[in-house]
Structure formats: structure tokens, C-alpha cells
């Protein structure tokens, strides 16, 4: 059910609806939705947890790697001129 406004709005025109800013905010439950998954499958089982928590280690690998690639590109972040949004805002 997290993923359904995620879907619904990835298009050009919803970002330009929403702002860059409010789009990104919604779209940053992508993360969310995959640890909820986990959880979920973990209260479902019941005698055997090996499989929840290989797909939870399988995540926490993979958001891991998301981090250490924030944290490497610091340069990018601090400049708005290169962001995809000034791109954008640069074609209207």
C-alpha cells in the first residue's frame, strides 16, 4: 500500500503538481515500505526465522550501500545548479 502514491506519482507532471521538495519527501517512503515488508514477514513466521532475517541483512547490505553513496558525494548534494530539479526548472 506504500508504493501506490509512489506509483501514481512519478510522473513529470505530478512533481511539478506537488514540488520538487513535497515529491521528494513522499517518495522517500520507498524506503520505508521494503523494512515494513521485513517486519511483516518476520511476525509471520513462526518457527523458523532464517528466511526474514536473510531478507533483512539482504537490506540493511543494500540501504548501507545507499548510505555510503550519500555520504561519498557530498559535492553533488551542495550543488543546486547540477540537481535534476534545476535541470528541470531550467527546460521550462
Known amino acids: 500500500?506504500?508504493?501506490v502514491p509512489l506509483?501514481?506519482?512519478?510522473?513529470?507532471a505530478a512533481v511539478r503538481r506537488l514540488g520538487f521538495a513535497r515529491w521528494k519527501q513522499l517518495?522517500?517512503?520507498?524506503?520505508?515500505?521494503?523494512?515494513l515488508g521485513v517486519l511483516h514477514f518476520f511476525w509471520r513466521?513462526?518457527?523458523?526465522v532464517s528466511e526474514p532475517i536473510t531478507y533483512g541483512?539482504?537490506?540493511a547490505a543494500l540501504l548501507?550501500?545507499?548510505?555510503v553513496a550519500y555520504v561519498r558525494a557530498p559535492?553533488?548534494?551542495a550543488s543546486p545548479?547540477?540537481?535534476?530539479d534545476a535541470a528541470r526548472m531550467r527546460g521550462r
Open 1 to 3: 500500500m506504500l508504493l
Open 7 to 12: 506509483a501514481l506519482t512519478s510522473t513529470d
Open 27 to 35: 517518495h522517500r517512503l520507498v524506503y520505508v515500505a521494503p523494512a
Open 45 to 48: 513466521v513462526k518457527k523458523d
Open 57 to 59: 541483512a539482504v537490506l
Open 64 to 67: 548501507a550501500i545507499r548510505v
Open 75 to 77: 559535492a553533488r548534494r
Open 81 to 84: 545548479a547540477h540537481s535534476p
